[in-house]
């Protein structure tokens, strides 16, 4: 049995490129950038070397960006940071996010709010999609931070980032944008684009887990999440992960050369998908959550109406797909996609959702026996 990977929005396969480029760090022996001595000083030009090669694929300057651990700590340093200093250097008190984020950018919010910021969360329409007029009703002269995802993680739909963060701009709102699932399908161009925080991990375009990247915008107010060492310019303590970084941006230098083939690529595979799961078990069989015209061509997020997503995903897995539920794994137990609910499906829509998410190695074939098993086992539990 052939193993089918169809959930590259959750991890992706290291490319070639970031495997290589982890290899040679590794090998280069132990070196700490912080160092003085030759061991340090060739850590520190593998740092600077990959720091440049990242700032040139996102269009940013190298002093523009931190490392990190990977998005959860770009995303939480980026709205802490953000509203730490704010506070301090305005008395601004305001946190403007949407109700269709990540968990990283909505539990950090909810932690401002503990610390006395007023949050407000932005509703979404039936696609998922947040509105300009919202965003432009809730963003005023005490809104410290509007955090807006460029595009969501379970159902793809992309965010007016551009008309928002023009919003918050005019009104001297820092604007924070989770980029991790965007980048290496969207031509992300920081000189750009109006935000001043953009959060970036390294696993979800084919480099290693465990690093990322958070781009703070040249004079920025920015307090930092972590106290320690006085690494990346005193922004973020800790000794840098210098093969990862290494990886990092080999991979984002990849992803950016291949990237228009790769976004059309991954929406045949969708297309390929949806029209034959439609064609085997008709419009009614299978519903799409969200609108893939508006949305990351990798994500692809249905239902399975009268087939709970739990039941689907075990079954594939025996079958050897590997896709995910619309649903998020909390402490053991699963509880129902807050994006979905959002979107205001209904219940039994949202229990039966299913994402699948396409990147490097998929192929059309892969697409097409995918939809066989799929239909299959949908065909098997709805007539039991």
């Known amino acids: ?10 991890t992706t396969p290291m490319r070639p490129e970031a495997l290589e480029a982890y290899a040679a760090a590794a090998r280069r022996g132990p070196g700490n950038p912080s160092s003085l001595h030759a061991y340090g000083r060739e850590a520190r030009s593998v740092v600077t070397g990959a720091r ?9 300057r190298p002093e523009e960006l931190v490392f990190t651990s990977g998005g959860t700590e ?7 940071g953000a509203a730490w200093a704010q506070r301090l250097k305005t008395g601004r008190t305001g946190v403007v996010t949407t109700a269709v984020e990540h968990h990283a950018v909505l539990k950090a919010c909810r932690k401002l709010e503990e610390e006395g910021f007023a949050l407000t969360v932005l509703p979404a329409d039936g696609d998922g999609r947040v509105s300009t007029a919202d965003a432009e009703s809730a963003i005023d002269g005490n809104t410290a931070v509007v955090s807006v995802m460029f595009g969501n993680n379970e159902v793809g ?30 031509d992300l161009r920081l000189d750009r684009l109006p935000v001043d925080f953009a959060s970036f991990s390294a696993h979800k375009l084919g480099g290693p887990q465990g690093v990322g990247a958070l781009y ?24 840098e992960n210098v093969a990862g970084i290494a990886a990092f941006a080999a991979a984002a230098e990849a992803a950016a050369s291949a990237r228009e083939e790769a976004g059309l690529h991954a929406a045949r595979m969708r297309e390929r998908l949806l029209e034959g799961l439609t064609a085997r078990l008709g419009p009614d069989g299978v519903l799409v959550n969200g609108n893939p015209a508006r949305g990351l061509p990798h994500i692809l997020n249905v239902s399975f109406p009268g087939i709970s997503a739990d039941t689907m995903l075990m079954n594939l897995d025996l079958a ?21 609910a959002a979107m205001g499906l209904p219940a039994e829509r949202i229990r039966s959702a299913v994402r699948f998410s396409f990147g490097l190695g998929n192929t059309i074939e892969e697409a097409d026996e995918a939809v066989k098993i799929i239909a299959t086992i949908a065909a098997r539990l709805r007539n039991k």
């Open 1 to 10: 049995m052939k193993a089918i990977y169809l959930d590259h929005a959750a």
């Open 157 to 186: 739909t992309l965010q007016p980032v551009a008309e928002i963060g023009e919003l918050a701009a005019a009104r001297g709102a820092l604007m924070h944008t989770d980029a991790v699932q965007a980048l290496g399908y969207v």
């Open 320 to 340: 050897g797909v590997a896709a995910s539920s619309g649903s998020a794994c909390t402490s053991g137990s699963l509880q129902p996609s807050h994006v979905l």
């Open 52 to 60: 440049d090669r990242l700032a040139a694929a996102l269009g940013c």
């Open 216 to 239: 703070i915008r040249q004079g920025a107010p920015f307090r930092p999440l972590l106290a320690g060492g006085s690494q990346e310019r005193g922004r973020r303590a800790g000794t």
């Open 74 to 80: 770009s995303d939480n340093a980026a709205l802490y």
